[in-house]
């Protein structure tokens, strides 16, 4: 199994910046993909960025390039998702998950970390 812990979350106002860290631990070398996905109150949960583990390939959510980056670290285990010039539609509880080579969905998930964006 892999497990994962995300952190770095907060309030903020509009404008500002945010680094969300996802800390894996277990059965790492599984993983093929990390994925950061969001759920706002009274939505449905959405894509927001994701890296491929070894090759680091990344794509994002239209919403959000330009503005969001997702990179990792894999000598710490862990993938970051620095978010700048948030909106106040950015509030959301973020995760991350992580998948395997195959299947392709994302089948471990961590907690979330609450990101609040003020106007």
């Known amino acids: 199994q892999v497990q994962l812990a995300e952190s770095g979350g907060g309030m903020v106002q509009g404008g500002d910046s945010l680094r969300l860290s996802c800390a894996a631990s277990?059965?790492?070398?599984?993983?093929?993909?990390i994925g950061w996905f969001r759920r706002a109150p009274g939505k449905e949960r959405e894509f927001v960025a994701a890296?491929?583990?070894?090759?680091?390939?990344?794509n994002y959510a239209d919403s959000v390039k330009g503005r969001f980056t997702i990179s990792r670290d894999n000598g710490k285990n862990t993938v970051y998702l620095q978010m700048n010039s948030l909106k106040p539609e950015d509030t959301a509880v973020y995760y991350c998950?992580?998948?395997?080579?195959?299947?392709?969905?994302?089948?471990?998930w961590g907690q979330g970390t609450q990101v609040t964006v003020s106007s």
């Open positions: 277990g059965r790492t070398l599984s993983i093929f993909r």
């Open positions: 998950a992580s998948r395997r080579l195959a299947p392709p969905e994302y089948d471990y």
């Open positions: 890296i491929t583990w070894s090759g680091g390939a990344t």
